[in-house]
């Protein structure tokens, strides 16, 4: 029992730290490919729960969009640019002044507890045409 418990700690933390040591918000199949060379045994079902018991914890943040789930080591309040050329995934710094759409809200007696804000369109290297030559047109993320 107490090696059983053992091996889930291990587990869960091998996870963790492969989603923390990306900022590329890498996906459960990264994620399994990462912590494989750990741990050559474990399962993709294993990853799953795992990454969803590290949501749960809030040790982890999930980001889920068109049926691709990726993983966020930083739990902190910030942004999101999503390119959609390449599906790479970057952090943009919130601002500390409400949106004005926050605002409006306020003023129209609604509580805002949180906020989801992103923006769509081309990264650099994509915007640039470099990205497919340099990555073979890979998603960056699989990097
Ligand atoms: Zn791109
Ligand atoms: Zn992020």
Redesign the pocket.
């Known amino acids: 029992m107490v090696r059983l418990a053992r091996r889930a700690t291990r587990q869960r933390r091998l996870i963790y730290e492969a989603v923390a040591s990306t900022d590329t918000h890498p996906t459960a199949e990264w994620v399994y490919a990462a912590v494989r060379r750990a741990i050559p045994r474990v399962s993709l079902g294993t990853v799953y729960r795992n990454l969803a018991l590290l949501v749960a914890e809030g040790r982890l943040k999930a980001w889920a969009r068109g049926g691709s789930t990726r993983y966020d080591a930083d739990v902190s309040a910030h942004d999101h640019f999503l390119?959609q050329?390449?599906g790479?995934l970057d952090d943009l710094e919130r601002s500390r002044e409400p949106l004005a759409a926050e605002k409006k809200l306020k003023a129209r007696g609604y509580v805002v507890t949180e906020r989801v804000l992103e923006f769509l369109g081309?990264?650099r290297?994509?915007r640039r045409g470099s990205?497919a030559r340099k990555t073979g047109g890979e998603k960056?993320w699989l990097r």
């Open positions: 390119c050329a390449c790479c081309l990264c290297e994509c990205k960056k």
